[in-house]
């Protein structure tokens, strides 16, 4: 992916929303930092297109959403994901119930889908 110009509004939210994670997501980026998830790079809270995303493996073009209760059904939360794949983005989404009580499980979802890109996300 091409690198593009973030609008400094943009980068402000995104800087804001690292200084302030949830706790599934501070949890999750403990595991995720400085490659220590199978020596693979992750960003967090990266601006792509109008969204922000949780976690992002530009390489693999995955992004990974934690996500709470109110995100059930969203249509918000399925534009964004269109737009996302319209990027050329795979959408990897987590229950914020999932990083706090399986963190094992996730993780290994989330190194099979880095190095299988043909792997589809389930919801």
């Not at 997501?25 to 992750?42: A, C, G, M, Q």
């Not at 094992?104 to 979802?109: I, K, P, R």
Request: hydrophobic share 40%; aromatic share 8%.
């Amino acid at each position: 992916m091409p690198h593009q110009p973030v609008a400094p509004a943009k980068r402000n939210f995104a800087r804001s929303l690292r200084r302030e994670m949830t706790e599934a997501e501070d949890k999750l980026w403990h595991e995720l930092r400085d490659r220590r998830l199978d020596r693979i790079k992750f960003r967090r809270q990266v601006p792509v297109g109008k969204y922000v995303a949780d976690f992002a493996c530009l390489e693999s073009l995955l992004i990974i959403e934690i996500d709470g209760s109110q995100h059930a059904d969203s249509e918000t939360d399925q534009a964004r994901r269109t737009e996302l794949e319209a990027r050329g983005f795979r959408v990897l989404r987590f229950w914020n119930d999932d990083v706090l009580k399986d963190m094992d499980s996730v993780c290994t979802t989330i190194i099979a889908y880095v190095r299988d890109v043909s792997l589809q996300p389930w919801r």
